[in-house]
Structure formats: structure tokens, C-alpha cells
């Protein structure tokens, strides 16, 4: 669907750097957007609805993954979307007790089929809304036990958080695989079993994935920002010219404060419909399942934390919205505010390959310069080759740290 989108782009705009990265630019402006209606409903603050989405805007990651062709945008896009309709469909199930009639649910599952489609990780979000909905059911059964309200409720979730996800996703293929729609599913001519084949064919490409890239950084590293991502750079005249995919230390410091703050707070509570609660779920639902997921596979990278930095920013507009209501909060969240925006204007060129002198470059590049690489490892690949009915093995060693990211915290 990423890849629909972008192409649409291209379509109208022409096949130039506008065509192919507008689609990118609307959904960063969209995701702002979403946060701020999210914000609005959870926290019931305009103030703090308005500091997270404003953050969000200035998010040095954010601000430059929605400026490029990538398709990670689009999963932060619908996936903003699906928490925000899940959200109203809570509110909405209160007031209409017992009705099976759910259409804010209906929307919640397809834009999380959308984040699915349009990137693997989009699986995340359905995951993390079946969990908050389902403990939302289940400490709603609690506290009402009449069967009439109890009844028929179990059918719309499996049809709209399951069923519709899933139909969204196949969908996305139509144009794009070959195969009878009317075949037998499991015969080789069958549209399903292209697309079967074709998940399969994606599976094992990721699960054997054995590359390494010198801008990878393993999960844990990601809210540290240990390593960014350059997309870009050019050094010409004593200028340099870069494009660095990097989150703000000071929001993003602020962000694992906020975090833990809010996770004494839910477990103080434990209710799961709190604030605290939908939060917390989309921070942890976007970014800890790749402390697993990632395994022994070395090329995750940074912007993989895009889904999170939403929720990051969330976190700190409910802190805001607390301590706006005390007088001496709100110098407070003023001079924080005023510092997020500093830091984004002194990155800026970082992020929009502006031409600054190497000096400028490097006082931005801050303390984050420890990038001495590992020692080289020796390393053997065997290739297979048939010629001429035979079959030839090749080995190959290598002995180069090139492809390997710093071990230090290295913004270079």
C-alpha cells in the first residue's frame, strides 16, 4: 500500500524528487494531525492534545522520514489512525450498551490493515489494538454481568479487528499478482496461492537476512539515539550537506521520563481505559517487540522507532496537561516547548541538506563522535556455481569492519 501511495504521487506530480515524495509529506502532516484528535480525546486537554502534536511536527526523525520516499510514514499514518478510532469506539461502546452496530471499530481494523499493508512491522498495530480492546471488553464484563449486554459482542471484534485487517492487507495485491481468482485457492493457477507464495517468499528473505550496514544499531539503542541513519551527504567547497534521520535528545530524554512517570501512575491504577494505559500500549506494542524480533538479524536501523515517537510525544502532553494546571508548571512547559523548538532549528540543516561550513557541521554533530569501528572479523562465503553440468564451490574470506557500525554512540 506504501508503495500504491507513493505511486500515486509520482502519477500526478511527475516522476521528479515532488512526485515521489508528496505522498510521504501528506501523511506526515495527516500523522500530526491524528495525534493531536488522539491527544484531544485521551488527555481531555486542548493544551496538552496541542504540545504533543507540536512536537511531533518538530521531530527531527519525523520531520525527515515524512520528506522521503520511505514507507514508514504510512504505518505511523494508519496506525495513528486505528488508535484514534479504537479510542472513539470505547467512548461510543459506553453510551450504546449491548449494540453489535460498530463502525469506529470497523474503521480502527481497516487502517490497521493499511499499516500492515503497507509495511510488515503494521502488524504491531493490529496486535496492540485487539489487546486494548479485548481488556477493555473483558473489565467492561466485569462490571456489568447481565447477559443481555454480554451478548453479541464477541462477533464484531473477530470481524473487525481479524477479519478486515487481513482482508485490507490481500487487497493491496490486487494489480499485482497474476493467478484466477476463481481457481481452486490451493491450485498453482490461484491468485490466493500467489499471494501465499508471495508472503512466504518475504518471510524467509527476512528471516535469513544475514547482511550488515555500518547505520544499523540494535534495538535497544533506538530512544538512546545512539546511531541515526544518514541518507545523505555531500561535502563540496568546505560545505557539508547532509540528511540525518535522528530524534531530538532533549524530547526524546523528556519522552523516557515521561514514560516511566506514567507507568508508576498505570500501575498505581491498572486501568486499562486511563490515558496511561493507551499510551503505553502504543509505545510498547511499537517498539519492544523488536528487542525480540530483531533476533540475530543485524539490519534494523533507527527509523524503525517512527511508530513510537507518536506515543513518546503523547507521553509528554499529558505531563504537560498536569502540570499546566499549576502556576509554577506552566513556565515550565513554556521553557521546555521553546528548548524542543531550539533544538529543531539547530539540527535543521542536518535534516534538510542545507549547506552549513564543516565547523557548524561538527558542533551539531555535538559529543555523539565515537565512531571507531569494531575489529575485523574474518569471515568465509561459499558460492555454488554450475558450469558446464558441474557444480563449483567457491570460497571467499574477508577480513573488513567496513560494513559494520561504529560501537560507540557515533552520529558520523
Known amino acids: 500500500l506504501g508503495k500504491w501511495l507513493i505511486g500515486l504521487g509520482i502519477k500526478v506530480f511527475g516522476y521528479d524528487s ?20 488522539l491527544g484531544r480525546i485521551l488527555l481531555a486537554s ?76 503494521g502488524a504491531l498495530v493490529i496486535v496492540a489494538i485487539v489487546v486494548l480492546t479485548l481488556s477493555w471488553e473483558w473489565v467492561s464484563r466485569r462490571q456489568i454481568a447481565s447477559a443481555p449486554v454480554r451478548r453479541g459482542r464477541a462477533a464484531p471484534l473477530l470481524a ?148 513510537a515517537v507518536p506515543f513518546m510525544c503523547l507521553a509528554i502532553g499529558r505531563a504537560a496537561a498536569r502540570l499546566i494546571a499549576l502556576k509554577s508548571g506552566r513556565s515550565l512547559v513554556l521553557a521546555f516547548t521553546a528548548g524542543a523548538a531550539g533544538v529543531f532549528i539547530w539540527l535543521y540543516p542536518l535534516l534538510a541538506a542545507v549547506a552549513i561550513p564543516e565547523e557548524d557541521w561538527r558542533n551539531r554533530i555535538w559529543i555523539f563522535d565515537s565512531c571507531d569501528k569494531p575489529k575485523a572479523v574474518a569471515t568465509r562465503t561459499t558460492v555454488t556455481e554450475t558450469r558446464a553440468e558441474k557444480t563449483i564451490e567457491r570460497t571467499r574470506r574477508t577480513s573488513s569492519a567496513d560494513d559494520l557500525p561504529p560501537e560507540g554512540w557515533c552520529w558520523i
Open 160 to 307: 473487525w479487528l481479524v477479519i478486515a485487517p487481513l482482508v485490507t492487507y490481500a487487497l493491496t495485491y490486487l494489480g499485482r499478482l497474476e493467478g484466477s481468482l476463481l481457481a481452486a485457492p490451493w491450485g498453482p493457477e490461484s491468485w490466493f496461492r500467489q499471494l501465499w507464495d508471495r508472503q512466504l517468499e518475504m518471510f524467509r528473505f527476512h528471516s535469513t537476512l544475514e547482511a550488515t550496514h555500518p547505520y544499523q544499531s540494535p534495538p535497544w539503542s533506538w530512544p538512546l539515539l545512539k546511531r541515526p541513519v544518514s541518507y545523505f551527504f555531500e561535502a563540496s567547497g568546505g560545505d557539508y550537506r547532509e540528511v540525518l534521520a535522528v530524534g531530538s535528545p532533549l524530547v526524546w530524554t523528556a519522552a523516557i521520563i515521561a514514560l516511566i512517570w506514567l507507568a508508576v501512575r498505570w500501575l498505581g491504577r491498572r486501568d486499562s481505559g486511563a490515558p496511561e494505559g493507551v499510551i503505553l500500549a502504543g509505545f510498547l506494542f511499537s517498539w519492544a517487540p523488536w528487542l525480540v524480533l530483531a533476533g540475530d538479524r543485524s539490519a534494523v536501523f533507527l527509523f524503525y522507532m517512527l511508530p
Open 46 to 121: 486542548t493544551i496538552g492534545a496541542a504540545v504533543a502534536a507540536g512536537l511531533l511536527a518538530i521531530d527531527p526523525l519525523s520531520f525527515v522520514q515524512a520528506r522521503i520516499a520511505m514507507l514508514d510514514v504510512f504505518v505511523v499514518f494508519f496506525g495513528l489512525a486505528a488508535f484514534t478510532f479504537v479510542v472513539i469506539d470505547r467512548a461510543a461502546a459506553k453510551r450504546s450498551r449491548g449494540t453489535s452496530a460498530r463502525p469506529w471499530l470497523a474503521g480502527a481494523g481497516i487502517a490497521a490493515g493499511a499499516a500492515f499493508a503497507s509495511k510488515w512491522s
Open 18 to 37: 515532488f512526485g515521489w515524495r508528496i505522498s510521504a509529506a501528506v501523511a506526515g502532516v495527516g500523522c500530526v494531525l491524528l495525534l493531536f484528535i
